[in-house]
């Protein structure tokens, strides 16, 4: 009985919600679109010509946005554990990006367009209700995503990820000052007001750096 209480809460609440009744007006598969939207339009992230990789894509509404941002001389790979619908110029990748061989491909669709200029991620996981677990698994995916971005971006190129509050946020921020000149923190509209998601906006890849951080600031 609890559980559908809860379930029932969760519906009323995402059926009376403004941006999920936006997403479906303007055709994107889910809400989390408009925390995109509004990073890119702050710290202009996207742009015609770019090369994408996106993490955890799945149902598929940043990539969406990002294939209208970047237009038909953009390059767009979607990776994510679950099957996504496909979307025209988008090239898909099922796996988990923990997995070796799915960096690989990864790399394999850049093939000859090089490197990536951007590596977004919108990644969370299956909240249990246990801080201690939910902050760890979190931690997990965006570890997973510098993983990633480190491998296949160009130098100068950006990170998107989204992070959760806790004690591991100003570490994982340490980490990503390695690689990146700039990092920043945001918090969208978007997200739900209970929520402890933010984002973190790294810039200006310059690969590893031995261990000595080349951040330059990381005020929002």
Same mark, same amino acid.
């Given at each position: 009985? +609890?559980k559908?209480?809860?379930?029932n809460?969760?519906?009323?609440?995402?059926?009376?919600?403004a941006? &999920?009744?936006?997403?479906q007006a $303007?055709g994107?598969?889910?809400?989390a679109v408009?925390?995109? @939207?509004? /990073?890119d339009?702050?710290?202009?992230?996207?742009?015609? =010509?770019l090369?994408?990789v996106?993490? #955890?894509? +799945?149902?598929?509404?940043w990539?969406?946005?990002?294939?209208?941002?970047? =237009?038909p001389?953009?390059?767009?790979? +979607? &990776? *994510?554990?679950?099957?996504?619908?496909? /979307?025209? #110029?988008v090239?898909? &990748?099922r796996? $988990? @990006?923990? *997995?070796?061989?799915?960096?690989?491909? @990864? /790399?394999?669709?850049?093939?000859?367009?090089?490197? !990536?200029?951007?590596?977004?991620? $919108?990644?969370?996981?299956n909240i249990?209700? @246990?801080?201690?677990l939910?902050?760890?698994?979190?931690?997990?995916?965006?570890e997973?995503?510098?993983?990633v971005?480190? +491998?296949?971006? !160009?130098p100068?190129?950006?990170l998107?990820?989204?992070?959760?509050?806790?004690?591991e946020?100003s570490?994982?921020?340490?980490?990503?000052?390695?690689?990146?000149?700039?990092?920043? /923190?945001r918090?969208?509209?978007?997200?739900?007001?209970?929520?402890?998601?933010?984002?973190?906006?790294?810039?200006?890849f &310059?690969g *590893?750096?031995?261990?000595?951080?080349?951040?330059?600031?990381?005020?929002?």
């Open positions: 009985m +609890a559908k209480h809860k379930r809460h969760w519906l009323q609440r995402h059926t009376r919600d941006y &999920v009744r936006k997403a $303007d994107y598969r889910s809400r408009y925390k995109l @939207i509004e /990073i339009q702050r710290d202009r992230l996207l742009r015609p =010509g090369t994408v996106e993490l #955890g894509a +799945a149902p598929g509404s990539s969406q946005y990002a294939r209208e941002r970047i =237009g001389g953009g390059t767009l790979i +979607a &990776v *994510d554990v679950e099957e996504m619908m496909p /979307i025209a #110029g090239t898909r &990748v796996g $988990d @990006i923990a *997995d070796v061989a799915v960096k690989q491909r @990864i /790399i394999e669709h850049l093939g000859g367009r090089g490197r !990536a200029d951007l590596v977004i991620s $919108d990644m969370a996981p249990t209700g @246990i801080r201690a939910d902050q760890s698994r979190a931690l997990v995916l965006v997973d995503s510098l993983t971005a480190t +491998a296949v971006l !160009a100068g190129g950006r998107l990820v989204k992070l959760f509050e806790g004690e946020v570490g994982f921020r340490r980490r990503c000052a390695l690689y990146f000149k700039r990092c920043v /923190i918090k969208p509209a978007a997200s739900r007001a209970k929520s402890r998601e933010m984002y973190l906006v790294a810039n200006g &310059v *590893d750096t031995g261990g000595k951080a080349v951040v330059r600031g990381a005020k929002p």
